[in-house]
């Protein structure tokens, strides 16, 4: 059977590529891009995909090292899913759950979400997307505190740098400012904190005692703002887009002791970090915080469909379900196409311990090849890895820990050899990162460590920092 009789088969393009690309730049405006530039070049067409590789309209096999953005957790390709949506779509394709309504597979999810979550998650809240995850908490934080009789506890606390989507409540709590810049943001209510960043902001402190400074900038912040006006603070247990920073050991416990000092609520951003990414199904276990909201998305559903959603702890869950009307809501909230996906997808996570594996085998065996590539590279410092996060930095010189002045130009640069040669890291800043799906084996590891090895000498050759490399 041919499930989708109407398009032509991944085997047979419609169109050459430069008929994609006239059509594309006639007619598409891609997110986050220079368009004109864009269209000049004309896109790369990925036409299908199996396990971790892109082919693309050329025929090019190409190693997806960002497991799509970021999402496509459990790899590409699998029939399971594609049947989830086909058979959900045929027994009922779309029922909202605003009016006194429910279906089966919303509730299926959601109880199954409440077994993977760490302890005390039993309620979700379903967005199509993590930036509609994060507009939610902000209003649910202070929906929460309004019913708890302080309406003025309204301000989030939020990081440099930090990435909570494009929305504008999104965007707002993210610090990222060439996204501020348009449109004039943050909106009011959100304050932003220095990011742990030790390699960039560290100086002569160690990890240790940078991390506890970093963290201390939460309680400096919420004395400043005074607590009765603070709602709550929202991180990423490891920054993703921000170019994927590890915080030092010491980050988070001291984060949680604040929180709990001042009883603000903790959020955790597990858009990325939350269905294995660290090894743990959420970054928050990793880390052993107990937040009150995760946001997640992204590896919910491996990308396969949209779907975000916020993760409710108890203690949170009772007050908003106390609360009365709570007026928010999409009309895809719990969309039963997404959430059959997202079930099926969290099945065969559990089912072949794909999260597990990862950890226990091939995360540590993939970290050692990755440091043993680049530890000594001339080009490169603070090389780091956590679960299938993998990151390194373009500096000018190791040993002060000099950064190049036109550092983001260059990782570009470094990202377009990366492409050349077949393989999909993304530049951030200075840092070139990778976040390969959980489901990459210690063979490919090696091909992606190759792969990688192979272009940052081919960058270290053209700047001429090293002949023999
Ligand atoms: C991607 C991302 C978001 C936004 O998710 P979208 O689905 O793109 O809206 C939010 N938070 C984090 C940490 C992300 O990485």
């Given at each position: 059977?041919?499930?989708?009789?109407?398009?032509?088969?991944?085997?047979?393009?419609?169109?050459?590529?430069?008929?994609?690309?006239?059509?594309?730049?006639?007619?598409?405006?891609?997110?986050?891009?220079d368009?004109?530039?864009?269209?000049?070049?004309?896109?790369?067409?990925?036409?299908?995909?199996?396990?971790?590789?892109?082919?693309?309209?050329?025929?090019?096999?190409?190693?997806?090292?960002m497991?799509?953005?970021?999402?496509?957790?459990?790899?590409?390709?699998?029939q399971?899913?594609?049947?989830?949506?086909?058979?959900?779509?045929?027994?009922?394709?779309?029922?909202?759950?605003?009016?006194?309504?429910?279906?089966?597979?919303?509730?299926?999810?959601?109880?199954?979400?409440?077994?993977?979550?760490?302890?005390?998650?039993?309620?979700?809240?379903?967005?199509?997307?993590?930036?509609?995850?994060?507009?939610?908490?902000?209003?649910m934080?202070?929906?929460?505190?309004?019913?708890?009789?302080?309406?003025?506890?309204?301000?989030?606390?939020?990081?440099?740098?930090?990435?909570h989507?494009?929305?504008?409540?999104?965007?707002?709590?993210?610090?990222?400012?060439?996204?501020?810049?348009?449109?004039?943001?943050?909106?009011p209510?959100?304050?932003?904190?220095?990011?742990?960043?030790?390699?960039?902001?560290?100086?002569?402190?160690?990890?240790?005692?940078?991390?506890?400074?970093?963290?201390?900038?939460?309680?400096?912040?919420?004395?400043?703002?005074?607590?009765?006006?603070?709602a709550?603070?929202?991180?990423?247990?490891?920054?993703?887009?921000?170019?994927?920073?590890?915080?030092?050991?010491?980050?988070?416990?001291?984060?949680?002791?604040?929180?709990?000092?001042?009883?603000?609520?903790?959020?955790?951003?597990?858009?990325?970090?939350?269905?294995?990414?660290?090894?743990?199904?959420?970054?928050?276990?990793?880390?052993?915080?107990?937040?009150?909201?995760?946001?997640?998305?992204?590896?919910?559903?491996?990308?396969?469909?949209?779907?975000?959603?916020?993760?409710?702890?108890?203690?949170?869950?009772?007050?908003?379900?106390?609360?009365?009307?709570?007026?928010?809501?999409?009309?895809?909230?719990?969309h039963?196409?997404?959430c059959?996906?997202?079930?099926?997808?969290?099945?065969?996570?559990?089912?072949?311990?794909?999260?597990?594996?990862?950890?226990?085998?091939?995360?540590?065996?993939?970290?050692?090849?990755?440091?043993?590539?680049?530890?000594?590279?001339?080009?490169?410092?603070?090389?780091?890895?956590?679960?299938?996060?993998?990151?390194?930095?373009?500096?000018?010189?190791?040993?002060?820990?000099?950064?190049?002045?036109?550092?983001?130009?260059?990782?570009?640069?470094?990202?377009?050899?990366?492409?050349?040669?077949?393989?999909?890291?993304?530049?951030t800043?200075?840092?070139?990162?990778?976040?390969?799906?959980?489901?990459?084996?210690?063979?490919?590891?090696?091909?992606?460590?190759?792969?990688?090895?192979?272009?940052?000498?081919?960058?270290?050759?053209?700047?001429?920092?090293?002949?023999?490399?």
């Amino acid at each position: 059977m041919n499930p989708n009789p109407i398009s032509p088969g991944h085997s047979s393009p419609g169109r050459s590529t430069a008929q994609y690309q006239a059509l594309d730049a006639a007619h598409h405006i891609h997110p986050f891009s220079d368009t004109a530039a864009l269209n000049a070049h004309g896109s790369r067409v990925i036409t299908h995909a199996e396990g971790i590789y892109l082919f693309d309209s050329d025929g090019n096999k190409i190693f997806d090292a960002m497991s799509g953005l970021w999402c496509v957790n459990i790899g590409y390709g699998r029939q399971e899913l594609a049947e989830a949506a086909y058979q959900q779509m045929l027994q009922l394709p779309f029922y909202n759950t605003f009016f006194k309504t429910t279906h089966p597979p919303v509730i299926e999810l959601s109880s199954l979400l409440a077994q993977v979550a760490p302890e005390g998650f039993n309620h979700v809240f379903y967005t199509n997307s993590g930036s509609e995850g994060n507009d939610t908490i902000i209003r649910m934080v202070r929906h929460y505190w309004a019913t708890l009789g302080q309406p003025q506890k309204k301000t989030i606390i939020a990081r440099e740098n930090g990435y909570h989507g494009s929305t504008i409540g999104g965007a707002s709590l993210g610090g990222m400012h060439y996204m501020h810049e348009q449109g004039d943001l943050p909106i009011p209510g959100i304050a932003h904190i220095e990011q742990p960043y030790w390699y960039a902001n560290g100086g002569e402190l160690s990890p240790k005692e940078y991390g506890l400074k970093a963290a201390r900038a939460l309680e400096q912040k919420i004395l400043e703002l005074g607590v009765e006006n603070v709602a709550a603070f929202i991180g990423e247990p490891v920054q993703g887009a921000g170019g994927i920073i590890i915080p030092p050991s010491s980050y988070w416990p001291e984060i949680q002791r604040i929180c709990d000092q001042y009883g603000i609520l903790l959020i955790a951003d597990e858009v990325i970090c939350g269905f294995g990414r660290t090894g743990s199904w959420f970054g928050s276990q990793h880390y052993g915080i107990r937040p009150h909201l995760m946001t997640i998305a992204k590896g919910l559903s491996s990308g396969y469909i949209p779907i975000g959603g916020v993760l409710i702890h108890d203690s949170v869950a009772k007050v908003l379900i106390d609360g009365g009307d709570f007026n928010h809501g999409f009309t895809y909230s719990g969309h039963p196409v997404a959430c059959a996906v997202a079930a099926t997808n969290i099945r065969i996570l559990q089912k072949e311990r794909i999260i597990e594996r990862m950890n226990e085998d091939v995360a540590p065996y993939a970290a050692q090849l990755w440091h043993d590539a680049f530890d000594h590279h001339p080009l490169v410092d603070d090389v780091r890895s956590l679960g299938f996060f993998f990151a390194l930095t373009l500096v000018e010189d190791k040993a002060s820990r000099k950064r190049f002045e036109h550092g983001s130009s260059m990782a570009l640069r470094c990202r377009d050899i990366c492409l050349k040669n077949q393989l999909v890291m993304r530049a951030t800043g200075d840092s070139m990162i990778a976040a390969p799906p959980l489901v990459m084996s210690r063979s490919q590891a090696e091909e992606f460590v190759r792969l990688a090895k192979q272009c940052i000498d081919e960058y270290a050759r053209e700047l001429g920092i090293r002949k023999d490399l």
